[in-house]
Structure formats: structure tokens, C-alpha cells
């Protein structure tokens, strides 16, 4: 018995030294080589998070409204009135750092088959993207957009709603995390469980070939020279099966001959198999000559490890296949019978009439090692801001807003989002371009807020901090449609954690997201963690991704971001503070990425949704909008220009504490742009006291400019020029 | 009276226009699979959105080739409403059921926005419930949209009143800045001379209702049913 082997072999897994003796001892052997490849595999960090797993236990999972937290395809949540809504978000960084288009729509169509296995259908497509700056990101950025656009469009499911930032430190290594979410009847979820000894498993849709062979282990280490080598690990998409592949599990939903489906994602048929039966408390045996392939003379090693796409496991009682088969013949879809599931918990493939491998179940999924290392804060005195030093008032406010409005990140993305179908379906009530999009459950009056968020450069300036602001500001996103924020499903983007800086920084993120979760009663429900984002040794900033869910009883009701009627109250809920530190307003004016973020006071914040949630049902309101990046200038001219409608202020009130650049920049947490009729001001302050939250007058909607009488006043046009023209002229032209 | 929508692999907006059919105008519905040849004595024949075939080779190219297209030319020789809508549109096109063809748009990107359109032609059964010059907005969502046919068949077609939407400003003006993907004379829509087959690429299924934007587009949906059953919308 050897517990050694060459470091070449290990490299080529992804595996150490240290866990292939622990492998030796499991198995009272030495793996064959495709059992290496299997284990090695699911014990990569992509599949086990064998590193990130001690700091997801923290993070709150149940709560009322959750029907299935993590452990599944995707998280399910209650939305009332007999409907559940799936949802999960996942990285396709690496991929997409390779091959640009077929890495990012390989990662929607990988997100889309998560929800459609749990019996759902997808009815939106979110996607987070973080470019290095343009122009030298564009072919990234294109090709990125493009494969999002070329996979949903085809695919017939709404892209409605993401991010796009641009920041140095994604410059070789974009982000590419795709949120999908899905609605079911909640009798008709399905699990993915391969249990029931006898019973079927069934491999449908596309057949096997040797693309995306070793994806999963390539996605848990660092990008260097060589990873131009790996382009063979990038799959190769095809959105027209997926489409045939998802219609066809809708008519597969209520038939009682189905026991279980799971997605075949990272790590292909191993994965797979491995986690249903680990789910069924089970084991399986396959047969490798069943499995159709679309090349001769592929390994067994091969054919376990493909991440050949659009592909789901079936598992279906014995006996019973004449009922669903019909289903994919319709829809002409290649299946085959290639194995069982039974009750020895082990994993046993054949080929060619031998066991290629055969391993225990656990040993795949539940023994996958946990590595525990030291975090390191970084030196504090790093990025410290002295504001006295900075000028208190800007030398042009409108100037500053214009520069801000035009900046890449924050300027409107019409351009991108046109690109991509946002409107199939017939049930997008909010589209891009505001806070959160809204899709309504035809047939009923339930709307769905859905938004992705993080601002990574407070998460790099202070990660617990960072954390709680991407969390609070996806709620506000959301309420500021006057749903309910319920659930969330995280994407942890992170660079090498063997770094002790970085490990440091997971520590503090999840520990921030544990506490505002917990304080904002928000589950997370199902996630993804990306490690090793770094190139050539230098790390992204951490990047926790938010994507999160909100429920209105009444989509009617619901709000949108423009300014919608002349003659309304313009306000400002939420007291401002000279909170500067990480602001895009230091970035542009002064060119500094210092200080610290913003404080978030959790439970101020909660006060604040809950006023503007209840405002809301009482149809008190007609517009609101989340005050982040920019500040409160930026919010109100977004507001106005969303709307085609001016603002007149009347000059703000100052008081000797505030900066000047603070309060029409400033990034103070927990604050919104409201707009409603005069009648409804009465109610609004009453409402202001009942949950202590502070409103102050800002102006009257009307005219076209955003004019502070006295300061400055700015034509819309010129606004519109900045904002919209930012991604068609000039320098980022896309 | 009861419209058909056809299905075929990779057709997304079947669901949509069925949505708007049955709920919204409150008319019969049948989903009509492309295996089969049977149109079940539906009165007009909807071709909806999508990537039918996966749009492999070109867009449309393998659908005419369905058992349900063989029956739908028929259908439409005799006189029956066919009705295409965006992938719709470029089967009639491949069919030879409407002359030219929809080519990569212009900007060569696919683009999802709202559109306005004018109404050129208010004579037919698609139409009869709106005005010569109303303006209509509808979105599109495509990335091959670009109305192209050789100078002959562009003069015919304007000669005999067969252009029915052309992309336009609010006001209505039919300006080059308004034609969000190259058409030519910015056809967004045409019928054949009989009058019987449009086909469009912007989607009035898509604004049928208040809550998703507008509601120009069910009064296309109103002008067949009305026409069809003599009953003003």
C-alpha cells in the first residue's frame, strides 16, 4: 500500500500529500486512478468547501418563510398562497476569466438547471459582473455580456436585473455570478435524492464528451500562465437543449414515477450521482457503456469527471420508466438507463463489464477534510483617511455630480441590460435600470423582488463592515419596491484563503453577514463560494455577492425608483452623517480609497425599512429609491431621471457638524428618496415617529432640472448626457 | 373564436401570447405542437417568438420544414390568419408565406427596448381596430430583426399598401434614429397581398397590460377578434 505519489499526479487533482494519505486510509487502500480523479474532485474547494465550510455554519439558515435552506439544488422559500420561490446564485469566475463567452453562458445555464431541478421554472436571471476598467476589459466585458445575453435570450428566461462594476483588482479575473430564480407549486418540489434500492437513474439531455474535464479542480486554484492551457476545462454551451431539457421537466412534475432530479454541474456524473445518493442515504451503482457519448474511446476517468453540460440525473421507480419516457421523447431527448440506486452506500462505477471504481458514498461527500487555518488582520494604519485634511466643501457640486453620475460604476447600464430579454414571459412588473426588478406570479397578485448587491471596495476597506452594507443595501433595494426582503443566497468571492490576509477576511465577512442577517431576520438559503481568485499572487478585494428575495402581497401596490408625478413632496428618510470613508466621492474628487465605510446601524436600518414598507402598503407613496454609492445627489438625479422629472429644493438645511460634501455625497447607511402627494405628508410624519425614523423635506418634483435654489441648478438634459452617455460615447464605449 | 399557437422545439413566447389569448382577450385557446399537422379548427393561426429549433443554420430555416407548417401554408392559402410574431415572422419569411427576409440587426447586438411603431395600414384584420398613423409602442427582442429584401420586392410590397408597421418616433415620424435595428424603409411589419399573414418582430403579446407597461399591443389582438366576429372591440 503506497500513501504517496508524485506531486505532478497530486497537482493534476488538486489534492495535497496530507489528504491523499487520509484517502489512503478511508478507502484501507490506495485509489485506482479514477477513483483518485472522483475523490479528488469532490474534495476540491469548489465542491467541498472544505475551507469556507467551518464559516458557513454562522451564517443563519432557518427562519419561517424557508422550506429547503442549503444542502440542496437551490434554497426554497414560502411566498404564500401555495407558491414557493427557488432560487440560487453561483460563480462562473474562472471560466469566464478563460473563455469569456462560454464561461459566463455556461454559468447561466449551469444556475438554470439548479432551479429547474427542484421542479421549478425559471423566471428570472440576475448576473453580478466585476470587470478590471475599461478599455483594457472590454473583450472580457463583451464576450461576458454577450454569452449572459446569447444563453437567457435562448434560453427564454428573463435576465432582469445585476450589476456591473468595474475595479483594478478584477482586472485578470472577473467576477461572473449568476443568480437564477424559479417558481413552483409547493407540492410539486421536487428533491434531489437518488433513494429507494432498484430504483432508475436516468442520464437526460446532452450526451458526454470531454469538455469541462477537471472544471471543478481548476476553479480551486490560483490563474497563472498556465491556465490559458486549461481552456479545454471551459464547457461549451447549448441553450436550445436546455430549453427542451427544462420544458420537459416541467411535464415530469406531478408524475408519482419520479423520485428524484439532480443537476449535473461541477464534476459531471460523479458529483451527481454521489450527492443524491448521499442525500437518499444511499448508494448507486453505473454503468459507464450506457452513458451516450458524443466521443470514442473516452477513459472511464473521463466519462465520470465531464462537465459536458445540460445533462440531469432522473432517478425513477423501478419498473415505472414507461411513464415518463414518452416525456423526452416528445421533446427529443436523448436518455439513458445507466445504473441503480442501492443499498451498500457505496458509489460503484463499471465499465466494460469491470468495477472501475468503487468507493463509499461518505467518502465523497461527508469525509471531504476541512482545513482550518490562521487569519491575519492587515497593518490598520493601511488606507487610513485624515478628513480634516480633505477640502469640507467641493469646489463644483454639480461638477462633482456630473463626474458621478458619468463614473462607469455607477452610471446607467441601458446599454448592457437591452441586450439581454427582459420582458419574456409576460410577468416582469419592474424592469432593470431602478433598485430591484420585480417578476409578479401570473394568476395572482404576488409580486417578486429580487436584486444583486455588494460594494466591494467597503468589504476591501473594512470586510465586517463591508458585509453588513452589502446586506443592508440589497434589503434596501429591495423595500425600496415596497416588498419584503425574506431570503438570501450568497456568492462568497474571495482570493487565495492560504493567504492569511484572506482567510482573515472571510472571517470577518461572515461573521458581518451573520449579524446583519440575524438582525434583519433574513435566511440565507443557498450560496457559493469562489476561492483563489488571484492572478499572479494579488487577490480581488472580498467580494461577498448578495442576492436576495422580497415578497409584496399585492404587486400593484409596488413602487418604482423615477419620480412619478409634478407637484409631490420630495424626502429624505434617514439622518446623514459625514460618512465619507470608501466613498466614490473621495475617488473622483480627491482620488483617495481610504477610510472606513460607513457604520450600519442594523437596527435604525430595520426602522427604516419598516417605515417605508408600511408607507408603502398604505399607498402613502409613489416613488422610492435607495441612496448607496453617490449619495443623496445621486440618488435624487437618478430618481429624477427614471422619472423625466426635475426637483426643485428649496437650500439644504446645514448644521456645523455636517460637511458640505457629506451631506450631498456622503454614503450614510439606511437612508431613502421618497417621493409622495402633499395629502400624504400628515400620515408620512406620524408614521416617522411611530418607528423613529427621522424625514426631512428635500424639495417638489416639477420643472426640468434638479435645482437647489440658490447652489446650482442642472438642466436634465445635462444629467442625461452624463449618466446615459457614459457606456455609449467616449472612453467605456461598449 | 379560437386562436392556435404553435409550439415548436425552442419557442418561448408560446406561453406569452396563450397568456394574453386566453386571459386577457378571453378567446379560445390551443397550444398546436409542431409534430402535429392537425390546426384543431383553430380561426387564427399565432407563429410565436422564440428559437424554434434552436435557430440552428438560420432563424427559421429548419421550422418551415415542420408537419405544422405544411398544414399552416395550407390553412393560409385558403385564407386563414396567420399571424407571425418575431421568430413567427422569420418562418413566414423562410415559408415563402411573406417575401424577404430578417437578417442580423445593424447595431450587432441583440436588443430588447420599446419601440414605437406607426400604422400604415389600418385595412386589415390585424389592424381594423386601429387608425392609419396611430402610434403604437411595443418592445422588441431580438438580435436578427433587420428587414431586408431586394429593391423589386421593396417597391411591390410599398406599391400594393403591404407595409403595415414601420419604427418611428413618439410623434410618429419615421426617422433612421427611430430604426433600432437596419431595417429597410424601417419595416417593422408586413402582410402578404391578400392580407391574411402578417408578420412583425416587435411583441404586442409583451403590452397587453397596464402592469407590464402598455396596452398597445391587445388591441391588435382585439382587431382580429372583432374582425373575425363582427363585434366591436
Redesign the interface.
Given at each position: 500500500m503506497t500513501a504517496t505519489l508524485s506531486a505532478k499526479k497530486l497537482k493534476e487533482v488538486a489534492l495535497t500529500g496530507d489528504e491523499y494519505k487520509v484517502i489512503v486510509d478511508l478507502l484501507g487502500r490506495a485509489p485506482n486512478e479514477v477513483e483518485l480523479g472522483m475523490i479528488g474532485v469532490l474534495w476540491s474547494e469548489h465542491c467541498s468547501y472544505k475551507t469556507s465550510k467551518p464559516f458557513l455554519r454562522r451564517l443563519p439558515s432557518s427562519g419561517a418563510r424557508v422550506i429547503q435552506g442549503p444542502g440542496e439544488n437551490a434554497g426554497v422559500i414560502d411566498v404564500g398562497e401555495g407558491w414557493a420561490v427557488v432560487f440560487k446564485i453561483e460563480s462562473h469566475n474562472h471560466p469566464s476569466a478563460i473563455e469569456p463567452y462560454e464561461g459566463a453562458a455556461t454559468g447561466v445555464g449551469g444556475i438554470l438547471r439548479d432551479v429547474a431541478a427542484m421542479g421549478a421554472r425559471p423566471v428570472a436571471i440576475l448576473d453580478s459582473l466585476r470587470f478590471g476598467p475599461l478599455p483594457a476589459s472590454r473583450h472580457l466585458f463583451e464576450g461576458v455580456v454577450s454569452g449572459i445575453?446569447?444563453y437567457g435570450?435562448?434560453?427564454?428566461v428573463p435576465t432582469v436585473g445585476g450589476e456591473v462594476y468595474f475595479e483594478d483588482c478584477y482586472a485578470d479575473n472577473p467576477l461572473v455570478n449568476a443568480m437564477c430564480v424559479g417558481i413552483v407549486r409547493i407540492d410539486q418540489l421536487q428533491h434531489a435524492r437518488a433513494e429507494g434500492p432498484g430504483n432508475l437513474l436516468l442520464l437526460v439531455g446532452a450526451d458526454t464528451g470531454r469538455d469541462g474535464i477537471h472544471g471543478a479542480s481548476f476553479a480551486s486554484l490560483e490563474l497563472d500562465d498556465s491556465s490559458e492551457e486549461r481552456r479545454p476545462a471551459v464547457q461549451v454551451g447549448?441553450?436550445?437543449?436546455e430549453?427542451?431539457l427544462i420544458?420537459a421537466l416541467q411535464e415530469l412534475i406531478g408524475q408519482p414515477a419520479v423520485v428524484g432530479i439532480q443537476d449535473l454541474g461541477a464534476a459531471g456524473l460523479t458529483s451527481a450521482v454521489a450527492e443524491a445518493a448521499s442525500r437518499g442515504g444511499s448508494g448507486a451503482l453505473i454503468d459507464l457503456d450506457r452513458v451516450p457519448r458524443r466521443e470514442l474511446g473516452m477513459s472511464p476517468y473521463e466519462v465520470m469527471l465531464s462537465e459536458s453540460q445540460e445533462r440531469m440525473l432522473v432517478v425513477v421507480e423501478r419498473g415505472r420508466q414507461a411513464e415518463i419516457l414518452p416525456v423526452f421523447e416528445?421533446?427529443?431527448l436523448h436518455v439513458a438507463v445507466i445504473g441503480e440506486v442501492t443499498e451498500d452506500g457505496h458509489l460503484t462505477v463499471e465499465a466494460e463489464g469491470r468495477v472501475a471504481a468503487r468507493i463509499p458514498v461518505e467518502v465523497l461527500t461527508d469525509k471531504a477534510p476541512t482545513r482550518i487555518l490562521q487569519g491575519r488582520a492587515p497593518d490598520a494604519a493601511r488606507r487610513r483617511l485624515d478628513l480634516d485634511a480633505v477640502p469640507p466643501v467641493p469646489e463644483s457640486i454639480a461638477g462633482s455630480l456630473l463626474k458621478l453620475l458619468g463614473h462607469p460604476n455607477i452610471a446607467s447600464k441601458r446599454s448592457v441590460?437591452?441586450?439581454?430579454?427582459?420582458?419574456?414571459?409576460?410577468a416582469?412588473?419592474i424592469?432593470p435600470g431602478g433598485d430591484a426588478a420585480m417578476i409578479?406570479i401570473?394568476?395572482t397578485s404576488i409580486g417578486i423582488a429580487m436584486t444583486t448587491d455588494c460594494n466591494s471596495r467597503y468589504c476591501e476597506l473594512d470586510p465586517y463592515l463591508g458585509a453588513q452594507i452589502a446586506i443592508a443595501e440589497a434589503a434596501r433595494n429591495i423595500v425600496a419596491t415596497g416588498a419584503r426582503p425574506v431570503a438570501i443566497s450568497d456568492c462568497l468571492n474571495f482570493g487565495n484563503p492560504d493567504k492569511p490576509e484572506v482567510y482573515w477576511q472571510l472571517e470577518e465577512t461572515t461573521s458581518g453577514m451573520a449579524n446583519a442577517c440575524r438582525a434583519l431576520d433574513l435566511p440565507i438559503v443557498s450560496g457559493n463560494v469562489s476561492l483563489y481568485n488571484d492572478t499572479d499572487g494579488r487577490s480581488i478585494h472580498p467580494t461577498p455577492v448578495i442576492g436576495m428575495i422580497g415578497v409584496i402581497d399585492d404587486?400593484?401596490k409596488r413602487l418604482e425608483a423615477g419620480f412619478a408625478v409634478d407637484g409631490d413632496f420630495v424626502l429624505m428618510v434617514g439622518a446623514s452623517g459625514n460618512d465619507l470613508g470608501g466613498s466614490r466621492y473621495l475617488e473622483i474628487e480627491h482620488d483617495l480609497f481610504a477610510g472606513r465605510p460607513p457604520e450600519v446601524d442594523l437596527l435604525g436600518e430595520r426602522a427604516a425599512h419598516e417605515y417605508l414598507l408600511a408607507a408603502a402598503a398604505g399607498g402613502h407613496l409613489r416613488s422610492a429609491h435607495d441612496v448607496s454609492e453617490g449619495g443623496m445627489l445621486v440618488a435624487l438625479a437618478e430618481a429624477c431621471l427614471i422619472g423625466e422629472r426635475g426637483v426643485r429644493c428649496p437650500p439644504l438645511a446645514t448644521s456645523a457638524d455636517l460637511r458640505t460634501d457629506a451631506l450631498y455625497f456622503g454614503e450614510t447607511q439606511g437612508r431613502f428618496v421618497i417621493s409622495a402627494p402633499s395629502r400624504s405628508m400628515p400620515e408620512l410624519q406620524n408614521l416617522a415617529r411611530r418607528h423613529r425614523v427621522e424625514i426631512q423635506l428635500l424639495g417638489l418634483i416639477g420643472g426640468d432640472a434638479l435645482e437647489f435654489e440658490g447652489e446650482f441648478s442642472i438642466p436634465l438634459v445635462e444629467l442625461a448626457a452624463a449618466y446615459y452617455g457614459a457606456f455609449e460615447q467616449g472612453g467605456v464605449q461598449t | 373564436m379560437r386562436f392556435g399557437v404553435v409550439v415548436f422545439?425552442?419557442?418561448?413566447?408560446d406561453?406569452?401570447c396563450g397568456?394574453?389569448v386566453e386571459?386577457v382577450l378571453g378567446a379560445e385557446l390551443e397550444y398546436l405542437?409542431h409534430k402535429d399537422r392537425d390546426l384543431r379548427d383553430c380561426d387564427c393561426i399565432i407563429l410565436p417568438?422564440?428559437?424554434s429549433?434552436?435557430?440552428?443554420l438560420r432563424c427559421g430555416a429548419i421550422a418551415r420544414f415542420s408537419p405544422v407548417m405544411e398544414s399552416v401554408v395550407d390553412f393560409a392559402a385558403h385564407g386563414g390568419l396567420v399571424w407571425g410574431i418575431c421568430n413567427g415572422f422569420q418562418i413566414l419569411c423562410e415559408t415563402g408565406l411573406l417575401p424577404g427576409a430578417l437578417i442580423r440587426n445593424d447595431v450587432c447586438?441583440?436588443?430588447?427596448?420599446w419601440t414605437n411603431l406607426v400604422v400604415e395600414k389600418d385595412d386589415t384584420l390585424f389592424t381594423s381596430g386601429l387608425g392609419r398613423r396611430d402610434v403604437l409602442r411595443v418592445?422588441i427582442?431580438h438580435?436578427e430583426g433587420n428587414y431586408f429584401a431586394d429593391p423589386a420586392t421593396l417597391s411591390r410590397l410599398e406599391q400594393h399598401g403591404q407595409v403595415v408597421f414601420r419604427y418611428c418616433r413618439p410623434d410618429g415620424l419615421v426617422v433612421p434614429e427611430a430604426n433600432p435595428n437596419g431595417s429597410l424603409h424601417s419595416i417593422a411589419g408586413i402582410v402578404n397581398r391578400a392580407g391574411n399573414v402578417l408578420g412583425m418582430m416587435p411583441?404586442p403579446?409583451?403590452c397587453?397590460?397596464p402592469?407590464?407597461?402598455g396596452t398597445d399591443g391587445l388591441r391588435l389582438f382585439q382587431s382580429v377578434m372583432s374582425s373575425f366576429t363582427g363585434v366591436p372591440v
Open positions: 445575453g446569447g435570450n435562448c434560453v427564454g447549448n441553450p436550445f437543449l430549453k427542451c420544458e416528445k421533446w427529443d441590460f437591452r441586450r439581454y430579454d427582459q420582458q419574456v414571459g409576460n416582469t412588473v424592469r409578479r401570473n394568476g404587486y400593484h | 422545439p425552442g419557442t418561448w413566447s406561453r406569452d397568456w394574453v386571459h405542437w417568438g422564440g428559437f429549433y434552436g435557430d440552428h447586438e441583440f436588443r430588447c427596448e418592445p427582442s438580435g411583441h403579446e409583451r397587453a397590460e402592469e407590464l407597461g
